[in-house]
């Protein structure tokens, strides 16, 4: 059995992109591929349990192709608030060290490939003894580390995180940049490739950076806040590539309405909402799409606007706050891939594909 062991070199480098881009991508080459988050610091609640929100995404995956997996083997271990004291008061490194490898063992069965994602770079987990390095040499996997764009700062840390695995004598495989800007891609490409090279590290892929992995859905906004669903439910999974705040006159807005906007006025702006319902109402401007509308000050319209909104598909929400506070929260959400984020998923699949070198991954497995 193979195993890839993906980690990075700071946070939101995008390691659930790779690997779901792997996986894809892997599983015409590998009959049976089975995914593992031994530690996970994101977490939701599932049937009771704190689970990964990553192995949320990649366990409805699996589910598309047929295959069921316990969603707490996929993360068996959540650092919910507290763990990290918890354990610095009575530590039990032997209690997870078991629960990892007990997960490993049962989704590992059978299966030809696992890829195994890390959580943060090579020392995270270091205060309760499971750092990334040590992770991967307990499951014997193999090391590919993902940095964001650039060169010196990646070059840098890349070789910092090298020699922590090197440390636990885990072998790097080679590693990925990941999220460079398309207008420097051809330079970074070129030169983090010589630089890394003198390192004898092996570049593995570089990927551009895709602006569309960065749009939030409506859904994720309104699972994320205590915004209120007042209508358009089937218009959740838009994504959101601009956010227009009401605060200028209808005409002058219109200039700002492009393709998946979501406009944050005040419940009493009536006529931002109509502008905005004009521009979904006039499907000649193809270029114009409302992804959503969120009310601030817990203000709502005349009902006969309400009515009209109703006809369409465009989602509404509710929010207590004011305007500046609800457009300050939308913006600095974390946004991950979801498992109904069907666009997404897609093109992560294909810029894998064009960009990593499988091939090269498969050869020094």
Known sequence: MKKIFLAATKQNSGKTTVALGLIFNLKERFKKIGFIKPIGQRYLEEGGDKV????VLMERFFESLGIRYALKDMSPIAVEKGFTERFILNPDKQRLTSLIKKSFSRIAKDKDLMVIEGTGHAAVGSVFDHSNAYVAKLLGAKVILISSGGIGRPIDEIVLNKSLFEKEK????????????????PRVNRMIRRGLERKGIDVLGVIPYLPLLSYPSVEQILDETNFKLLSGREGLNNLVKKIVVGAMEPHNALNYFVDRTLLITPGDREDMILASLGCYFARSAKEVHISGIVLTGNLLPHKTIMNLVKQTKIPILLAEGDTYSVASCIHDLMVKIRPKDKEKIEAVKRIINKHVDLDRIIKKL
């Not at 990964?52 to 192995?55: I, K, L, M, T, V």
């Not at 790097?172 to 398309?182: A, D, F, H, S, T």
Request: aromatic share 4%.
């Open 52 to 55: 990964d929100e990553d192995s």
């Open 170 to 185: 885990v072998q790097l495989l080679g590693v990925i940049i990941n999220k460079v800007l398309p207008e420097k891609f």
